[in-house]
């Protein structure tokens, strides 16, 4: 039934280590977007796609990047880790044209750098 | 950018009675207002959302208001029972853009005492 999959729902890495977040969803969603949550921050917007190859910066683009070179997956990188960017990570799928439906959660990963 | 805002960060309440979450927004041309429920330790989802030209929308205990005038908007739980404990976010977007994205308030914890 899970149909947005993140790859690792605990992850731990040393400062400055590159780090990929692997998002896969089988909805055929266009949209995907990747947020963090933190304690009293609610969700921020990393960042987002909505098409292949296509991605768009959201509020807090510093320190990330993102491929998304098919259609099912969205990838986040942290190209020098830090720690602050210790947090949950949440990627999200949507359609474009039923935005009512709302978004569609994966599990979350727990990213640790030490 | 659209900004959402969310109060009270923590509710208390006993069981069996309402509880009431606000958010306001900023961008006059939101037109989707969704509401997630996460549970500890689990993926947030939806459960009631809100399009512009609703003033109000109900699902057995829950539901949600919207004020376009005023760009504030609260979801309302009646006969809470404690399996209603959980972080419950808001978000507005601007759906029928070239994406849906959704800007999240900061999430209110709601604890139901038995």
Request: net charge neutral.
């Amino acid at each position: 039934d899970v149909k947005v999959t993140q790859s690792s729902r605990y992850l731990v890495k040393r400062t400055g280590e590159k780090v990929f977040l692997e998002c896969v969803q089988d909805m055929d969603h266009e949209n995907m977007f990747w947020y963090r949550q933190d304690p009293g921050l609610g969700l921020r917007l990393i960042y987002f796609s909505y098409d292949v190859k296509m991605k768009e910066k959201g509020d807090i683009p510093e320190g990330y990047s993102v491929s998304r070179e098919k259609k099912e997956r969205f990838s986040l990188i942290l190209e020098s880790a830090s720690t602050n960017q210790t947090s949950m990570y949440l990627c999200a799928s949507s359609l474009m044209d039923a935005p009512w439906r709302g978004y569609t959660f994966g599990s979350g990963t727990r990213l640790t750098v030490v | 950018g659209e900004n959402v805002e969310q109060h009270p960060s923590t509710l208390s309440v006993q069981e069996g009675d309402s509880a009431v979450i606000k958010c306001t927004y900023s961008d006059s041309a939101s037109n989707y207002f969704p509401w997630y429920k996460q549970e500890l330790g689990k993926r947030p989802q939806l459960i009631i959302d809100i399009r512009s030209n609703v003033g109000e929308k109900k699902d057995q205990r829950i539901a949600v208001t919207l004020n376009k005038t005023a760009k504030h908007f609260s979801l309302h739980i009646t006969e809470t029972q404690p399996e209603d404990s959980a972080v419950y976010f808001c978000a507005a977007s601007m759906a029928g853009g070239a994406t849906n994205k959704l800007i999240f308030g900061t999430g209110t914890l709601l604890a139901v005492q038995p």
